[in-house]
């Protein structure tokens, strides 16, 4: 294997420049820890023995390393969910595509470069399915000197959504590799660790908020959960959106938020209703259509106001929508707008040189009823009809190395097949995908325009699309086929909102742009992590630029074997 010699120098100065810069530091230390939930106690797979895991404070664009101890017994990678990164891709985390895994008894250093980003993020293992328990909010406060777009907030709370398995993790994630079915559901969701007032040997230990009246209280909102959405809302109280995925938003005011799985929110809670007791609670959004196939469980804290009073027994509960109430979860996600102020201005590409149109189907691996009796309901994912495999080493280092062998560059730009998309009933042929690790190169630079569309193989479902590395703004969405002659007309080029994850609905279409000037390679996959086991994902590869602040950096020197 030959190194460029200039690839080489950089290494050389990028190892002194690693170890010599005095960036604040932090230490994780990846452990097992006894936790009690649901009336039994489980060791699960924690971060300095805390679930959920610690909080980082950072202002923005500043620049911190963090140490990774992997003291348990499975191999794992931690991945700084919407961080860009820029150049450095060596210390995004995603499991065989910028990395190959922290070994059990290793560690590794990682730099985490924050530039744009503002507002609420998140940390989370990206392998197998550890991040069930493996995850942590991350805050970027504006840069020293600056302020909230907003009036200051009281009191800020950070509130991952998560959930619980009785059975270990690890378990539900290998017998869904190896079946391939829709696993095990979570049998509980979790407001910052704890189930709440409505599950067994669970009323004790219900997170309480103290609220003083008259005070405004900033939400910094995670869904860390694995499977579905989440429907969030608080009794009696309407809350103020203005941040979503560390990006500030035109202020809108909602009874209730929906989240799909990655996504974060900055909400804003005004305590001015009646001192008493009042639920804050979350459940599913979901279109799986056979009810024991998700947790339709509910998950709730208290806000408690301060002060003398008698408290309603028990708490006023708020309102949810159904499970499949898409038009709900529609409406949300198209009231997204950013804030495109003076002081907060955005930069959508206008002029698209690169358009992408990938399909996101369900599928079969079973030819004519070629899988063993009672694996028949085995399914498989894809992006234009290619099902993702993950390979021995990662792609990042194949490429940065010139390794063959170990991806292809040659998944579509657009589906080989065009058809009714949504249609209700689909020829059962075109269910089953092709397989490999496949990939698409960009151009430094260049602008993209990628229509992501949800098909109904297997009757379809809903997507969170996630990409690494960039955000990106989100123009259109709508039911139905995609229309290249019509729909881009109804897109919203004035003020989208830059997320990097979006919630594509079930048999329906989401449009985003963005420019590809962040030379590496960059993971993007579905945020239903049982769709990206099945295949739903892909990378793409940057090329580097012309001058040298835009190549990519050399790899750090401690980077884990493959």
Request: charged share 15%; with cysteine.
């Amino acid at each position: 294997m030959k190194v460029p010699t200039y690839k080489l120098l950089g290494f050389l100065l990028f190892f002194f420049s690693y170890h010599c810069q005095a960036w604040p530091r932090y230490k994780f230390v990846v452990k097992e820890a006894p936790y009690t939930r649901l009336c039994s106690t489980m060791n699960i797979l924690t971060v300095n023995g805390q679930f959920p895991g610690p909080t980082l404070y950072v202002n923005k664009g500043d620049t911190i390393v963090v140490d990774v101890y992997n003291r348990g017994n499975y191999n794992i990678t931690i991945h700084w969910h919407g961080v860009k990164q820029p150049r450095n891709p060596w210390s995004d985390g995603p499991e065989y595509i910028t990395q190959c895994p922290i070994q059990p008894g290793a560690k590794f250093r990682q730099k985490i470069i924050f530039t744009t980003e503002e507002g609420t993020l998140w940390w989370h293992a990206h392998s197998t399915w550890l991040r069930a328990t493996v995850h942590g909010a991350l805050i970027i406060y504006p840069k020293i000197g600056t302020s909230y777009p907003f009036p200051k907030p009281d009191v800020e709370i950070p509130i991952i959504l998560g959930e619980w398995w009785k059975e270990d993790i690890m378990k539900v994630y290998l017998d869904l590799e190896r079946y391939a079915g829709l696993g095990v559901p979570s049998d509980a969701y979790l407001i910052n660790g704890q189930p709440g007032d409505l599950y067994p040997c669970s009323k004790p230990e219900t997170l309480r908020f103290k609220m003083k009246r008259g005070l405004t209280y900033l939400l910094r909102i995670v869904n860390a959960i694995l499977i579905d959405g989440l429907f969030f809302a608080i009794a009696n109280h309407t809350v103020t959106m203005v941040g979503s995925d560390a990006s500030y938003l035109k202020p809108f005011n909602r009874t209730f938020i929906c989240l799909t799985p990655g996504q974060t929110v900055d909400v804003l809670l005004e305590a001015n209703q009646s001192p008493n007791h009042y639920y804050m609670a979350a459940s599913v959004y979901t279109t799986v259509p056979r009810p024991g196939d998700y947790d339709n469980t509910t998950t709730t804290a208290i806000v408690e106001y301060n002060g003398n009073y008698t408290p309603s027994s028990p708490p006023v509960f708020p309102y949810l929508p159904g499970y499949n109430d898409t038009e709900a979860s529609i409406n949300f996600t198209a009231s997204l707008r950013s804030l495109a102020d003076k002081e907060h201005p955005i930069d959508v590409p206008m002029e698209i040189n690169t358009r992408l149109f990938y399909t996101l189907s369900l599928g079969s691996p079973c030819k004519n009823n070629s899988c063993p009796a009672g694996e028949q309901l085995r399914f498989i994912a894809s992006v234009n009809n290619v099902s993702f495999l993950n390979p021995s080493i990662d792609i990042l280092q194949a490429y940065y190395c010139c390794i063959q062998g170990v991806y292809e560059t040659n998944l579509p730009d657009f589906p080989q097949l065009f058809f009714d998309f949504t249609a209700d009933y689909l020829p059962t042929e075109w269910e089953i995908p092709q397989l490999g690790t496949e990939v698409r190169v960009l151009d430094y630079n260049s602008t993209i325009e990628l229509v992501f569309q949800a098909t109904n193989l297997i009757k379809g479902s809903d997507h969170g699309m996630h990409l690494h590395g960039h955000s990106f703004y989100a123009v259109g969405l709508g039911l139905g086929n995609f229309d290249k002659d019509k729909d881009p007309s109804t897109y919203n080029l004035v003020d989208p909102p830059l997320q990097n994850t979006i919630h594509v609905p079930r048999n329906g279409w989401m449009a985003i742009r963005f420019k590809a000037n962040n030379p590496g390679v960059w993971h993007m996959h579905c945020h239903i992590d049982r769709h990206m086991v099945w295949g739903m994902d892909t990378a793409f590869i940057v090329k580097d630029g012309e001058s040298p602040e835009a190549k990519m950096l050399p790899p750090p020197p401690d980077m884990p074997p493959c």
